[in-house]
Each structure stands twice: as structure tokens, then as C-alpha cells.
């Protein structure tokens, strides 16, 4: 008999939020390829109104879905036969687009007879940073993105334990909010960035929320009001970009500080052949955010890692890398499987910190 290729391609589908994308990954002995990726943003369907409009995306997904998921096969050459599984995003996210993608992914799965992996889409920005580099694990991430702020300890594909979270809003929503203060279009966090070029931030002291605090968690919201209420009196172009920066600075500074102390736990129980740090997730297109988290790795003698741009927005190569591991792994999942709103990767954790209870007594991300 021939040898069994350890090799997976993989369809991944992503839909949580208001990119609809599909991609292929191919999998060989650890080494991953990006065969096709295609990403449709429906950013222009939602600027109007400022921020996501969940029933807007579902329908966009829906009318999207058939023609992003061909365009990623022809791309990337290749038949439904050709592929050895099909990995969708599960949640979290807006439901009715997460639906979307989960039922496309098992009809995919179910008309060819291949298996379904639903994937967390932390799990898939977790995993993003492979992508483009060999980052082994363990390594400790900090997750950053529109809805989600989070330090994982990441032990492997499947075993993500949290540090720290957010007891309020996440670092980009923070971002988005303050930059609609300052009048910028949505999405606020890459307006707000080039606003503060040349800014001043010394000029706007803003609070420095859980200075000192034991733990890692993170908190926006004190930032995001006093920033609004100086917004407001703001009178010229200068003190804009002035209070930009300030912002910039001040989520920046928050992310590095609770950051350190994640290192400071994490290094420990991991010895310095494992101190290898990620930052992943929409947030992490920032560069001062990437250079102050940098800084602050070298200082801790950890690797500093960062996917490249295109891998730290929502993406579906992420999902299909999530998934060929997954499957690498023998783990897969029945037809069965539900979209989830609301997923924490680390569920223990989730269960024994109250103040991460979702729902309105508890953090949102
Ligand atoms: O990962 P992502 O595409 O979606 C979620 O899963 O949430 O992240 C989107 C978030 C938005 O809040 C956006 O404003 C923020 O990432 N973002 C940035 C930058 N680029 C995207 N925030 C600050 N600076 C940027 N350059
Ligand atoms: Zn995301």
C-alpha cells in the first residue's frame, strides 16, 4: 500500500461579523499553505449607521455566501473532491450571520461526505499568527479585536487557558466608540490611527484604568467616557489629533501593562525556550499598539510575534488552519453542531469568574 499522506486541504468559512470569506489551507507535517483566501467586507453596507447592523449582515452573508465560497475553490483550483474537510466559524458572533456559514459548511460536509469542524472564532485568531510564521506552541496571546480582549495561555489546538479578559468593553470597540466621538467613520479603529499621526498625546491625560490591579484584566470603559466628554469641547484640527493620540496611547499603554503582568505569570510555569508571545485580532493592525507590546516582550525576553495585516482582521484562512489542526487531531464535529452567540474558549475559566458572566451583570467580550 502506498503511504498515507499526513497532508489536509481544507475549506474554511467565516461569517461571525460583517466579513464574509472563505478560504482553502493545506496542511502538511505542520507546515501550513494559504492556497486561496477571499474576503467580501460589507463595511460600506454598515457605515451609514456608524457600527454593525446585525440583520444587515445576516442578509449580506446570505446573498454573499454561494459566490465568495466559488470564488475561494476556483482560486485556489480545486474541486470539493479535492478536500479532506470543511471547518465553519460557530461562534461567537452575530448569530444570524454565524448561521449563515455553519449551515453552507454542513451542506458542503453532508453533500460530499466530508467532515464538519465548527470552529470558536477566538480559536481561529489564536491560531492566526501560524499563518505566515512557525510559531510552535505553547505561547501566550493576547487577543484583540472588536469584540473580544483576552490573554490565553494557548497550550495547543484546543487547549486555551485565560489569564485575563475584558470587565468591560474590548479594546477595538473602545477604539470604534471614541473615534465616533471624534466624528471619524466607522470602523474608528484604523481612522482614529491616522488621525493621531503627529499628534500629541502628553496633551489629553486620560485615566490609567486597573493601574496596579492584581490579575489581567482590562478595562475601556472609564477611558472611553472621559474621552468622549473631552471630544466635545475639542475645537481645531490639533487638539483632534492631539486627543487621538492620547487614546492611542492609553489603550496602548493598558494593552502593554496588563500584558507584562500576563509574561510575569506565564514565565513561571514556562521556561525561556517557551516564551514566545502572539498579539492577534483586528486591534493588532495598530502600530503603536504593536510597537509598545513589542517593546515590552523583548524586555520579558519573550519571541514577539504579530500576523501580518491581513491575517489579523477577520479572514477565513484562520478558520481553515483552525480546522485542519482540529482535524489534524482527530477532532471533528456532527451536523449537529449549533451557531453560538456567545463561546468562551476557555469555559472553565468562564464558569469560575463571575465577572465574566455574559449577559448584562457581566463583560461583553
Ligand atoms: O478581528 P476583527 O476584524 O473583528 C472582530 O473579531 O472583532 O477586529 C475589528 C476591530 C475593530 O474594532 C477595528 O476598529 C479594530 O479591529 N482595528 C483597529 C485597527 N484596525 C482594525 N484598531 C486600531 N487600529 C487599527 N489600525
Ligand atoms: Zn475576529
Known sequence: MPPQSSALTVLGIETSCDETAAAVVRLEDGRVTEVASVIASQIADHAPYGGVVPEIAARAHVELIDDIVAQAMAKAGLTYDDLDGVAATAGPGLVGGVMVGLSFGKAVALARDLPLVAVNHLEGHAVSARLAADIPYPFLLLLVSGGHCQLLEVAGIGACRRLGS??????????????KSLGLPYP?????????????????????ALLGRDGCDFSFSGLKTAAARMAVKVTNETERRDLAAAVQDAIARQLMERTDRAMALYAETHGP????????GGVAANKTVRAVLEAAATKRGFTFDAP??????????????????????????????VARPRWPLDEAAAKANPTHVPGRKGAKA
Open 308 to 337: 501580518p495585516l491581513a491575517y489579523c482582521t477577520d479572514n477565513a484562512a484562520m478558520i481553515a488552519l483552525a480546522g485542519a489542526e482540529r482535524l489534524a487531531a482527530g477532532i471533528s464535529d456532527d451536523l449537529g453542531a
Open 188 to 208: 474608528g479603529g484604523p481612522a482614529l490611527e491616522k488621525l493621531a499621526v503627529g499628534g500629541d498625546g502628553a496633551k489629553f491625560p486620560l485615566p490609567r
Open 273 to 280: 525556550g517557551e516564551r514566545r508571545f502572539v498579539v492577534a
Open 166 to 179: 475584558t470587565i468591560d468593553d474590548a479594546a477595538g470597540e473602545a477604539f470604534d466608540k471614541i473615534a
